[in-house]
């Protein structure tokens, strides 16, 4: 349980880092080290160079801007869990952090580097997906941003090319008059999810549904957005029965079947976590109104 | 003798690049020059002796190697001893001596939060974080249970661990 041998860069600028990144065959990025020095000890992971970016000045700044968050890639879950500014604009966010892991790991790791390891049950990945976020990333190549739509691969798999780091990444506001929840389901708080759910719902004046947006991680190979619950909750009255039937569409979306919980009893969870998030959304959304 | 580094557990990384550090440990200053790939874990128990920080799983899960970096919780399993560089660091031997208890050392004393011993400096650091950096810190079970979730005991059950932080908050609070 020790790691293997590699070279140590400590990167004084993102520049820095990514020149690294291009002149060694298998490089990693040292922000958290919560999921990557894990695989190191394990030797899952045996890179040639580990680049540590958390001397890089100016990745540790939350800004929010018309109620979006972007947050650098050394921004850690505790510092954006306890933000009150971040809170006051957008507080889908710490609802969600609060399922990662504990304390003293959100101490140290970064949700960038969450998106970057893109565990398929990871809590912040999935929370991206829901609002249409995106990241910057920085390679050799210049400058781009990647919507979560066009990210996540499959477990542990992004697109991002292997010279490029995330320097950012964009949550976007919540709706006008929408409401929110982050729902989940583990063994002990703080594990990985068996499932969980993020939800945001915009009812319009009618009282119906306007808009919904649904995302899943733990269910399938990567973080999912839950199309077809969403285009079958718009629209209705957002009664007990029309959400039920809407949540029972996840069930062809849940392919895990690992860690204990079968696709039968994950299915069950994850259509019940739909049920919980839905309500405790529009409940909220409605508090928001009054 | 007790204050001469333990060779034989680095030994294998002795012909490695060497990256000098310089760190401070409850209070006292190190100069060392270590391999990358060094755990801080390893680096307190073997390089600077202080074994009162457990090792018990090395990938985050069980919380025995909690310390405080620069006054946080963090696992040191999960910290290279290259990256606190510069740092401040506060180990279990910093919250009292045989002597003189610290008042969570104390607590868990008086409540039998312990058995084996081998999940207690976690356990100790992450409640003494808990009750030190909460001015109003939720003394619920639920509240105890969710502060303590990230540490696990083979032995006591958490029953006596739930009411030594309690006693722990009264004895801090007492004078
Ligand atoms: C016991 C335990 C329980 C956990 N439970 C949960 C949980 O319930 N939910 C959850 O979401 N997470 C959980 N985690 C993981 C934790 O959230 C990590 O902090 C996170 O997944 C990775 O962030 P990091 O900053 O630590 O990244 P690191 O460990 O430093 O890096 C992880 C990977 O991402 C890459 N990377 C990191 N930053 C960048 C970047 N800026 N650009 C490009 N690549 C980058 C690295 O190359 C590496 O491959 C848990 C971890 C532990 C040890
Ligand atoms: S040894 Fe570090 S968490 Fe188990
Ligand atoms: S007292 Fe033995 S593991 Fe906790």
């Known amino acids: 349980m020790k790691p293997a041998r590699f070279e140590y860069v400590a990167a004084k600028t993102v520049a820095e880092a990514i020149d690294a990144r291009s002149s060694f065959d298998d490089t990693v990025i040292l922000a958290g080290g919560q ?11 045996q890179p ?9 000045p100016g990745l540790d700044t939350i800004s929010v801007d018309n109620g979006a968050v972007r947050v650098g890639a050394l921004v850690r879950h505790r510092q954006l869990e306890l933000s009150a500014e971040a809170f006051a604009a957008h507080p889908l966010l710490r609802e969600a952090l609060d399922n990662v892991a504990h304390i003293p790991i959100r101490n140290r790791g970064t949700i960038c580097g969450s998106i970057a390891h893109a565990d398929a049950a990871a809590e912040m990945p999935a929370v991206l997906v829901c609002l249409d976020g995106f990241v910057t990333a920085q390679g050799s190549g210049g400058e781009r941003n990647v919507p979560a739509s066009d990210l996540f691969l499959f477990h542990m798999t992004t697109t991002l090319d292997s010279d490029e780091i995330i320097t950012s990444a964009t949550f976007p506001a919540l709706p006008k008059g929408s409401g929110y929840a982050f729902e989940e389901l583990t063994r002990r708080h703080g594990d990985y999810a068996v499932a969980g759910i993020c939800a945001v719902i915009t009812p319009g004046p009618d009282g119906n549904c306007a808009s919904a ?25 957002l ?15 849940v392919t895990n079947e690992d860690d204990g919980a079968g696709g039968r009893y994950r299915r069950q969870v994850a259509r019940t976590l739909i049920t919980r998030a839905v309500a405790k959304a529009c409940q909220r959304a409605a508090q928001g109104r009054a | 003798m007790l204050n001469q580094p333990d060779r034989t557990a680095t030994q294998g990384l002795a012909d490695e690049d060497r990256i000098p550090v310089s760190v401070t440990v409850n209070g006292e200053a190190y100069e060392r020059s270590v391999s990358p790939r060094l755990l801080l874990s390893d680096f307190l128990r073997h390089e600077l002796r202080l074994t009162g920080t457990h090792v ?3 990938h985050g899960v069980c919380g025995c190697c909690t310390i405080r970096l620069n006054g946080e919780t963090a696992r040191s399993c999960l910290t290279l001893a290259v990256q606190v560089d510069g740092c401040e660091i506060h180990t279990v031997e910093s919250l009292g001596s045989k002597s003189a208890l610290g008042p969570v050392q104390q607590a868990f004393k008086e409540c039998h939060g312990l058995q084996c011993g081998y999940c207690t400096p976690g356990f100790l650091m992450v409640v003494t974080d808990y009750l030190e950096n909460n001015a109003d810190p939720d003394l619920t079970d639920a509240g105890i249970r969710t502060a303590l979730s990230g540490n696990l005991c083979r032995c006591t059950g958490y029953q006596n661990i739930v009411a030594a932080v309690r006693r722990a908050h009264k004895i801090m609070h007492a004078g």
């Open chain 1, 35 to 45: 999921s990557l020095i894990p695989m190191l000890n394990y030797r899952v992971a």
């Open chain 1, 48 to 56: 040639d160079a580990v680049i540590d970016i958390n001397r890089v």
């Open chain 1, 213 to 237: 947006s649904l995302s899943a991680c733990g269910i399938a190979e990567k973080p999912v957005r839950l199309s077809a619950v969403e285009a079958a909750l718009v629209g209705t009255n």
């Open chain 1, 239 to 253: 009664s007990d029965d029309a959400v039920s039937a809407a949540a029972a569409l996840v069930d062809d979306m």
């Open chain 2, 56 to 58: 018990g799983c090395e």
